[in-house]
């Protein structure tokens, strides 16, 4: 058996390469396909559990609730970190700021930093019969 050449494995890697892009594709469209799909039935949920003035329907194929999601972003990177050191607040700093610490700050009645965004959405999720 003969050694395979540098030229044979090269082309080799870059066929495989080529396929695992596009399988990846395809797969990423095709998820998105079902995204898209799972989306607008979480609308139409959001919707209906609304209008029935419920957070949640329990059925024979699952049950759909509503959660609260809390999030907070930072608009001003710099007005933010004037405000970390101003008032020695390291405790909201992380790779990202604290949803934690601002919602310490919300439930303190305090004002948030300068620079930070904070948004409470609702959203929908939906669990299998008997799923706990």
Same mark, same amino acid.
């Given at each position: 058996?003969?050694?395979?050449?540098?030229?044979?494995? !090269?082309?080799?890697?870059?066929?495989?390469?080529?396929?695992?892009?596009?399988?990846?594709?395809?797969?990423?469209? &095709?998820?998105?396909? !079902?995204?898209?799909?799972?989306?607008?039935?979480?609308? %139409?949920?959001? =919707?209906?559990?609304?209008? +029935? &003035?419920?957070?949640?329907?329990? /059925?024979?194929?699952?049950?759909?609730?509503?959660?609260?999601?809390? +999030?907070?972003?930072?608009?001003?990177? $710099?007005?933010?970190?004037?405000?970390?050191?101003? &008032?020695?607040? %390291?405790?909201? =700093?992380?790779?990202?700021?604290?949803? /934690? *610490? !601002?919602?310490?700050? =919300?439930?303190?009645?305090?004002?948030?930093?300068? *620079?930070? $965004?904070?948004?409470? /959405? /609702?959203?929908? $999720?939906?669990?299998?019969? $008997?799923?706990?």
């Amino acid at each position: 058996m003969t050694e395979p050449s540098a030229d044979q494995i !090269i082309a080799a890697y870059v066929q495989h390469r080529g396929e695992k892009e596009r399988l990846t594709a395809e797969y990423k469209g &095709n998820v998105k396909v !079902i995204d898209d799909k799972l989306k607008k039935l979480e609308v %139409w949920l959001q =919707l209906w559990l609304s209008s +029935q &003035n419920v957070n949640s329907v329990n /059925t024979d194929s699952g049950t759909a609730y509503k959660t609260t999601v809390e +999030q907070a972003t930072v608009s001003d990177m $710099n007005a933010l970190l004037d405000f970390i050191k101003e &008032n020695e607040a %390291w405790h909201l =700093l992380e790779k990202r700021v604290s949803k /934690t *610490g !601002i919602r310490e700050m =919300l439930d303190a009645d305090e004002p948030i930093p300068p *620079g930070v $965004n904070w948004y409470v /959405t /609702t959203a929908i $999720n939906v669990r299998k019969p $008997n799923e706990r």
